[in-house]
C-alpha cells in the first residue's frame, strides 16, 4: 500500500528527547529567578552555597546541585569553586535584564496545564491581560529588533504627531525619538504602565522629554498611529470595532502602521504564526492569529485604504491610510 502521509525530513532524536524533557529546564529557571539566584552570584565570590543557602533557607547539598544544574544548562560558569554568570539578561541589575518578561511567560504554566480541557472540551481560559502584560514588559527584547523595523519603512516621522498605541514600556516610542528628533509622540497607556515609562525616557531620552507625552485619554488626531503586537488577542468583531476607533484618530491621509503575526496566506512552510495561534487558543476567550487577507479587510471595511505590506521579520507590517473625503 502507498504512503499517503510519510514523514519528509524526521526530527533529530536528542531534539525531541530535549522537548520531552524541557519543562525541567523551564522550571529550574522559573525557580532560580524566583530566588534572585543570579543577582546572589552576582554579588558574591567566596563561599557561594554556603551565602545562597543562608540567604535562601535551602539545603546546602541541594544548592549545590541546583548550581551544578545551571552550568549544564550554561546559564553559570565555573571556575575553581567559583560560579558566575553568563548571561547579562539575568541579573536584575544589568540593562539588558528580561527577568519580568521571562516571570511573566512562566506563568502561563496553568494554562498550558489545561491543554487537554481546552482541545477535548472546548472551555478555554482569559490570560490575555497576561499576556499584554507580558508584551508591554518586553523592552530590552523588543527595542533593538523595533530599531531595526523602522530602518525599512520609507516613511519620514520627522514634523508628525504620531500615537504609539498601547506602548508598553515605550520602545516604539523610544525608537522613533532616537531616529526623528521632530516627531511629536504621544505615548498611550494605563497608568500602571507611566512610572516604568518615565523611568525609562529620565534615564535614556531626557533630550526628547520635549517631544514626548505619556498620556491614559486620546484628544487628538495623528498623522500616524502604531499598532504592535495587539490584534491577536482579541477575535475579529473587537478587532475591527478597535480599527474603527483608531481611524476617526487619524487626520486626513493619516496612516496606520500595525506590527503583528499574520498567517501568511498560502503559505506552505511552518511558521511562529502556527504555535502562537494555538497558544492564543490556550491563553484567551476569543482571540486568534488573522491571516493578511482578513487584517487587510478588516481596515478596508472601516474606510482605510491599505498602502503596503512588508515582508519584516519575524511579523509583517501592514500600513493602512485614512482617505480624505
Given at each position: 500500500?502507498?504512503?499517503?502521509?510519510?514523514?519528509?525530513?524526521?526530527?533529530?532524536?536528542?531534539?525531541?528527547?530535549?522537548?520531552?524533557?524541557?519543562?525541567v529546564k523551564s522550571k529550574i529557571l522559573d525557580f532560580s529567578l524566583k530566588l534572585n539566584l543570579f543577582d546572589i552570584v552576582e554579588s558574591t565570590c567566596k563561599n557561594q552555597v554556603e551565602a545562597i543557602s543562608e540567604i535562601t533557607s535551602i539545603k546546602k547539598e541541594n544548592v549545590k546541585k541546583l548550581l551544578e544544574a545551571l552550568?549544564?544548562?550554561?546559564?553559570?560558569?565555573?571556575?575553581?569553586?567559583?560560579?558566575?554568570?553568563?548571561?547579562?539578561?539575568?541579573?536584575?541589575?544589568?540593562?539588558?535584564?528580561?527577568?519580568?518578561?521571562?516571570?511573566?511567560?512562566?506563568?502561563?504554566?496553568?494554562?498550558?496545564?489545561?491543554?487537554?480541557?481546552?482541545?477535548?472540551?472546548?472551555?478555554?481560559?482569559?490570560?490575555?491581560?497576561?499576556?499584554?502584560?507580558?508584551?508591554?514588559?518586553?523592552?530590552?527584547?523588543?527595542?533593538?529588533?523595533?530599531?531595526?523595523?523602522?530602518?525599512?519603512?520609507?516613511?519620514?516621522?520627522?514634523?508628525?504627531?504620531?500615537?504609539?498605541?498601547?506602548?508598553?514600556?515605550?520602545?516604539?516610542?523610544?525608537?522613533?525619538?532616537?531616529?526623528?528628533?521632530?516627531?511629536?509622540?504621544?505615548?498611550?497607556?494605563?497608568?500602571?504602565?507611566?512610572?516604568?515609562?518615565?523611568?525609562?525616557?529620565?534615564?535614556?531620552?531626557?533630550?526628547?522629554?520635549?517631544?514626548?507625552?505619556?498620556?491614559?485619554?486620546?484628544?487628538?488626531?495623528?498623522?500616524?498611529?502604531?499598532?504592535?503586537?495587539?490584534?491577536?488577542?482579541?477575535?475579529?468583531?473587537?478587532?475591527?470595532?478597535?480599527?474603527?476607533?483608531?481611524?476617526?484618530?487619524?487626520?486626513?491621509?493619516?496612516?496606520?502602521?500595525?506590527?503583528?503575526?499574520?498567517?501568511?496566506?498560502?503559505?506552505?512552510?511552518?511558521?511562529?504564526?502556527?504555535?502562537?495561534?494555538?497558544?492564543?487558543?490556550?491563553?484567551?476567550?476569543?482571540?486568534?492569529?488573522?491571516?493578511?487577507?482578513?487584517?487587510?479587510?478588516?481596515?478596508?471595511?472601516?474606510?482605510?485604504?491599505?498602502?503596503?505590506?512588508?515582508?519584516?521579520?519575524?511579523?509583517?507590517?501592514?500600513?493602512?491610510?485614512?482617505?480624505?473625503?
Amino acid at each position: 500500500m502507498e504512503k499517503v502521509n510519510s514523514t519528509t525530513k524526521d526530527i533529530n532524536l536528542k531534539d525531541l528527547l530535549d522537548l520531552n524533557y524541557g519543562f525541567v529546564k523551564s522550571k529550574i529557571l522559573d525557580f532560580s529567578l524566583k530566588l534572585n539566584l543570579f543577582d546572589i552570584v552576582e554579588s558574591t565570590c567566596k563561599n557561594q552555597v554556603e551565602a545562597i543557602s543562608e540567604i535562601t533557607s535551602i539545603k546546602k547539598e541541594n544548592v549545590k546541585k541546583l548550581l551544578e544544574a545551571l552550568v549544564y544548562m550554561g546559564l553559570l560558569s565555573k571556575k575553581s569553586d567559583i560560579y558566575l554568570n553568563t548571561s547579562k539578561y539575568l541579573c536584575s541589575s544589568s540593562k539588558d535584564y528580561i527577568g519580568e518578561h521571562l516571570t511573566l511567560v512562566f506563568k502561563q504554566w496553568d494554562s498550558w496545564g489545561a491543554l487537554d480541557t481546552i482541545m477535548l472540551k472546548n472551555e478555554r481560559n482569559d490570560n490575555s491581560h497576561l499576556l499584554l502584560h507580558m508584551k508591554k514588559k518586553s523592552y530590552n527584547l523588543a527595542s533593538p529588533l523595533v530599531e531595526r523595523l523602522l530602518s525599512t519603512l520609507p516613511c519620514n516621522f520627522d514634523n508628525t504627531r504620531i500615537l504609539d498605541y498601547h506602548c508598553g514600556e515605550g520602545e516604539w516610542t523610544y525608537a522613533l525619538s532616537r531616529k526623528y528628533s521632530e516627531a511629536v509622540i504621544d505615548a498611550f497607556d494605563h497608568e500602571e504602565y507611566r512610572e516604568a515609562f518615565n523611568e525609562r525616557m529620565k534615564t535614556n531620552y531626557r533630550n526628547h522629554k520635549d517631544n514626548i507625552k505619556f498620556i491614559c485619554k486620546i484628544n487628538d488626531k495623528y498623522d500616524y498611529i502604531i499598532l504592535s503586537n495587539f490584534l491577536r488577542f482579541y477575535d475579529k468583531e473587537y478587532s475591527k470595532t478597535l480599527l474603527g476607533s483608531l481611524q476617526r484618530y487619524l487626520k486626513d491621509n493619516g496612516k496606520i502602521i500595525i506590527y503583528d503575526v499574520f498567517h501568511i496566506d498560502r503559505e506552505d512552510k511552518p511558521s511562529i504564526a502556527n504555535l502562537l495561534d494555538l497558544s492564543m487558543l490556550v491563553n484567551t476567550c476569543n482571540g486568534g492569529v488573522l491571516t493578511i487577507n482578513e487584517a487587510c479587510s478588516l481596515l478596508e471595511d472601516v474606510g482605510l485604504q491599505i498602502e503596503n505590506i512588508f515582508d519584516t521579520k519575524p511579523y509583517p507590517i501592514l500600513i493602512a491610510r485614512s482617505e480624505k473625503y
